[in-house]
T-cell receptor, first 118, second 113 residues
Framework: DSGVTQTPKHLITATGQRVTLRCSPR?????VYWYQQSLDQGLQFLIQ???????AKGNILERFSAQQFPDLHSELNLSSLELGDSALYFC?????????????????FGPGTRLTVL | GENVEQHPSTLSVQEGDSAVIKCTYS??????FPWYKQELGKRPQLIID?????GEKKDQRIAVTLNKTAKHFSLHITETQPEDSAVYFC????????????FGKGTKLTVNP
């Protein structure tokens, strides 16, 4: 158990719908990262939040949005869903130190949410 | 943009043999290189990582080597066991891992008893 929790585990929905995925980071971690894992694209970074603020964006579609709340949990909102959005969505968390020499910042992954769009 | 190439995509070995997976990264600013193991339907789990100021790191049967000049790093698993069967991902990141991980496409390792 990594200490990162995600809900729900599975989500089945129809095209055009909107869903919300939730992530709670490990205690003490300030940064949350969202990744999408699909068969053809592998593990792709979507977005990072640090202490409530957006820090970095990857190849995240405009239909997708995220936020990090004061208690540091994060939500990923996916709207106007398409068949191609079916994937495993992982969040990871880390302390997000400065990254100075000799310091590493391990990203711990949650169990993921499997999204199926029919 | 940043890219991580990983080879081979599949690897089959006999129990007790060694397995080697290789990755090449493109971003010169990358300084942190973790390896994750993912079993089917499960989360990626960190098995070993290395910083750019270190050339080699070992943890029991697992070792990682880094060649900064060639932008190349490798995972070595010795005395493989059936429970080592999984998909292995290499990744690269700036700032010691405090930024996004750029992943390779993964290597499916099968250890045959």
């Amino acid at each position: 158990d990594s200490g990162v929790t995600q809900t729900p585990k599975h989500l089945i929905t129809a095209t055009g719908q909107r869903v919300t995925l939730r992530c709670s980071p490990r205690s003490g971690d300030l940064s949350v990262y969202w990744y999408q894992q699909s068969l053809d694209q592998g593990l792709q970074f979507l977005i990072q939040y640090y202490n409530g603020e957006e820090r970095a964006k990857g190849n995240i579609l405009e239909r997708f949005s995220a936020q990090q709340f004061p208690d540091l949990h994060s939500e990923l909102n996916l709207s106007s869903l398409e068949l191609g959005d079916s994937a495993l969505y992982f969040c990871a968390s880390s302390v997000a130190r400065s990254g100075g020499l000799g310091v590493t910042d391990t990203q711990y992954f949650g169990p993921g949410t499997r999204l199926t769009v029919l | 943009g940043e890219n991580v190439e990983q080879h081979p995509s599949t690897l089959s070995v006999q129990e007790g043999d060694s397995a080697v997976i290789k990755c090449t990264y493109s971003d010169s600013a990358s300084n942190y290189f973790p390896w994750y193991k993912q079993e089917l339907g499960k989360r990626p789990q960190l098995i070993i990582d290395i910083r750019s100021n270190v050339g080699e790191k070992k943890d029991q049967r697992i070792a990682v080597t880094l060649n900064k000049t060639a932008k190349h790093f490798s995972l070595h698993i010795t005395e493989t066991q059936p429970e080592d069967s999984a998909v292995y991902f290499c990744a690269a990141s700036r700032w010691g891992g405090s930024e996004k991980l750029v992943f390779g496409k993964g290597t499916k390792l099968t250890v045959n008893p």
